[in-house]
């Protein structure tokens, strides 16, 4: 009572072995004088870091969706364990799959990796709730109204699911599985910020990053799939562009090793990374952190939320805030 403390009431049978008290005990209250109402709560208030996980994943042949799984859940189990806030999965990282059974040409093969789609957002949505973190499953082939779409599906933590899908197919989708582009695109809401989602050849499109920094967009995560490393370098360059124009963070992850028995998927190469602007609190070459080329591995990087707020309000160079929006816009026409 002396430090303060005031005594609320008593409490009976509270630690019934306890004879001396015979079980009783006094329930104290204590005043913070560090408290102050005007700072932003401990609980349910907007977050200033991340920490997020990128899977540089490694092809290998598999007999099953159930390996496959295995293989995702060792890696979900890791970067949940480091307290991860979002695990990021390369573009078709379930290729593996078109390899259980022969196919006559690149069309049924992916029309066949289509089929375990449904079931793998399912167990993978699963993974997200049960190790409380959100993955963005790379992405994958779907099918609907006999057109194939590439979508990349966003598990929160929650349950809750959402889609991105793939604007624009490589000449190569299109001519080699007849693949669609989808006619939407958004920032997602989540627990740790603003994020958009943009499958490997859509990052070569500046203006859809434009549109979702307009909307608020703080990390762009980049799911792919690459073959040579002019390919990659090509991906690699414009993620790079996209987070210094647009003042945020930027995630790629892509897969290596190779697949003898998929057509099309002979050899990959990647290396993932994680971008941010360039300033002076930044890092020097504007990258955070990146793999080992070809080898698989994952990727643990913190983000500092607020020194993207403090960018766009004190950098050396205000990209969002001079923009010329008096002479020039971005405009979505879509969906």
């Not at 040409?105 to 089929?115: C, P, Q, R, Y």
């Amino acid at each position: 009572m002396s430090n303060d403390f005031e005594v609320k009431r008593v409490l009976d049978d509270y630690l019934p072995e306890d004879k001396e008290s015979r079980g009783y005990a006094t329930l104290l209250e204590w005043h913070n004088l560090y408290y102050d109402p005007r700072k932003a709560p401990l609980i349910g208030a907007p977050r200033t870091t991340a920490r997020i996980g990128c899977v540089q994943w490694q092809m290998r042949s598999l007999g099953s969706v159930e390996e496959l799984m295995q293989q995702v859940e060792y890696f979900v189990d890791a970067l949940s364990d480091y307290q991860c806030d979002l695990a990021l999965f390369p573009e078709f990282f379930n290729a593996p799959l078109m390899g259980i059974e022969n196919h006559t040409n690149s069309i049924d093969s992916i029309k066949a990796l289509a089929e375990f789609t449904d079931e793998i957002v399912e167990a993978v949505s699963r993974l997200a709730v049960s190790y409380n973190i959100n993955i963005i499953a790379g992405s994958m082939p779907l099918i609907e109204n006999d057109e194939l779409f590439n979508v990349a599906y966003f598990c929160r933590r929650d349950g809750t699911l959402e889609t991105q899908y793939k604007l624009h197919p490589t000449p190569s989708e299109k001519r080699a599985w007849v693949m669609q582009g989808g006619n939407g695109l958004r920032v997602f809401d989540t627990d740790f910020g603003k994020i958009g989602v943009l499958i490997c050849y859509d990052v070569e499109f500046p203006e859809l990053a434009r549109l979702l920094s307009e909307q608020g967009m703080q990390m762009l995560f980049v799911p792919f799939w690459t073959d040579t490393k002019n390919g990659y370098l090509r991906v690699r360059c414009c993620a790079h562009a996209r987070a210094i124009e647009n003042e945020c963070y930027v995630a790629i992850a892509g897969s290596v090793g190779n697949l003898p028995k998929v057509d099309g998927a002979d050899i990959q190469y990647a290396q993932s990374a994680v971008f941010s602007p360039s300033d002076f609190v930044f890092p020097h070459d504007a990258i955070m952190a990146e793999t080992t080329p070809n080898t698989e591995m994952t990727l643990i990087v913190d983000l500092d939320l607020e020194k993207l707020n403090k960018l766009q309000n004190e950098g050396s160079v205000r990209n969002f805030l001079d923009r010329r929006r008096d002479l020039y816009k971005v405009e979505w026409i879509g969906e």
